[in-house]
């Protein structure tokens, strides 16, 4: 049996030290923050589960990942339907025929088709997009685009649309059918008492010590040289200490306060897809269980992206070639460098996971490191 450091207990590692320990291993999960759970940590307030760290909905096409998590709690059945405000206009997402309706009176599918056609057609934009704007317009035109699309995501991005990639918007959902369901996946819902307790269930076994307000890198020549075989869910940039330069990520500032009201906006999430508001958007909690917490109290966040700094939580990192290649060189230096660590989830493989990939990618490593 190997002794195991997990860095970090979110739910990659906390998935892996879950499935190491039940093989008999013995595991240490040291966490920087003062409790376990990462992102997806949840804390009543008001009878309401909060999202600490922005709205979580978990969703995936894979049945055996959504048997494998029902195991840790009870889910509902939350449908995430998000509405957009832009400038007080509210429309349907993902675009649908609500949307299409609000927009443009249209009725049918195929006078929504003809419209979104005629505005492609009028938006004159090359054949191959270079940009995400041209993108975005190849495939949406301009209505679609100029309320739902471009406010939005140069406020998520930091950078104007004309300067993104066009791979980021490669596809976007359009739907011509009466459906305000965001995800097309089959299995989806939020645990009946949130994510925290998914989290210390995993790690609820003997053979597993939890270590909070613990940071790696105040010991890390020691925990490097304990002879145990880590998994480091951080940052891999941070872990060789930038020594190949920064990657680059966005990062999030959550303002949260409890209103007096029963209700505040009448839905979980509102994405506000202007360019002056500066948040992108706000989440009211009770929602995600059905309005479940004390009566005449509501919790709601404003999510507001920036620009990401030593010392910030990195949420987003930034797909582009200069950071593919920079992390390229990274993992290089880790086979070469870091013989014993492995680096896992969202941080160490610098690629935005959903919850479902994430514990994908961790049974995934249990495979590799059992021999299964």
Do not use: C
């Not at 039940?22 to 940590?41: L, M, P, Q, S, T």
């Not at 270079?130 to 995501?153: F, H, M, P, R």
């Not at 949130?194 to 010590?209: F, V, W």
């Amino acid at each position: 049996m190997t002794d195991y450091l997990v860095v970090g207990s979110g739910l990659f590692g906390s998935t892996f030290a879950y499935e190491a320990a039940k093989r008999g291993n013995h595991v240490e999960v040291i966490e920087k923050r003062d409790h376990v759970a990462g992102n997806i940590y949840t804390k009543e307030v008001e009878g309401i589960q909060v999202h600490q760290f922005g709205a979580h909905i978990f969703h995936t096409k894979m049945k055996d990942i959504w048997e494998y998590v029902q195991q840790f709690a009870e889910f509902n059945n939350y449908i995430n339907s998000p509405v957009a405000n832009y400038h007080g206009e509210i429309y349907n997402l993902p675009f649908n025929m609500n949307t299409f309706n609000k927009l443009w009176g249209v009725r049918t599918p195929a006078e929504a088709q003809a419209k979104i056609e005629e505005q492609k057609q009028n938006a004159n934009v090359p054949e191959k997009p270079t940009n995400l704007e041209e993108q975005a317009l190849s495939l949406v035109g301009t209505d679609i685009y100029e309320k739902l699309i471009k406010g939005y995501t140069e406020k998520q991005w930091g950078r104007k649309a004309v300067d993104l990639p066009s791979f980021i918007i490669r596809r976007i959902p359009v739907r011509f059918i009466y459906d305000n369901n965001y995800f097309s996946d089959p299995y989806q819902g939020i645990p009946k008492g949130g994510y925290t307790q998914i989290i210390e269930k995993m790690l609820a076994s003997d053979l597993i010590d939890v270590k909070v307000n613990t940071d790696f890198f105040d010991h890390k020549d020691e925990y490097l040289q304990s002879g145990k075989r880590i998994i480091f869910t951080g940052m891999i940039d941070q872990f060789f200490d930038y020594a190949l330069g920064e990657l680059e990520y966005r990062s999030l500032r959550f303002e949260t306060e409890v209103k007096d009201v029963d209700n505040y906006q009448g839905n979980a999430v509102v994405n506000y897809t202007d360019a002056e508001t500066p948040f992108t958007r706000v989440i009211e909690h009770k929602h995600f269980e059905f309005g479940k917490g004390n009566k005449g109290k509501t919790v709601i966040t404003h999510e507001y992206p920036k620009d990401w700094s030593r010392g910030d939580e990195p949420y987003y990192p930034i797909d582009n070639k200069q950071n593919r290649s920079l992390y390229k060189q990274y993992t290089d230096l880790a086979n070469q460098a870091a013989e014993n660590v492995v680096f896992g989830g969202r941080l160490g493989q610098y690629r935005y996971y959903n919850m479902d990939q994430t514990i994908m990618a961790a049974l995934r490593l249990v495979k590799t490191e059992f021999g299964e």
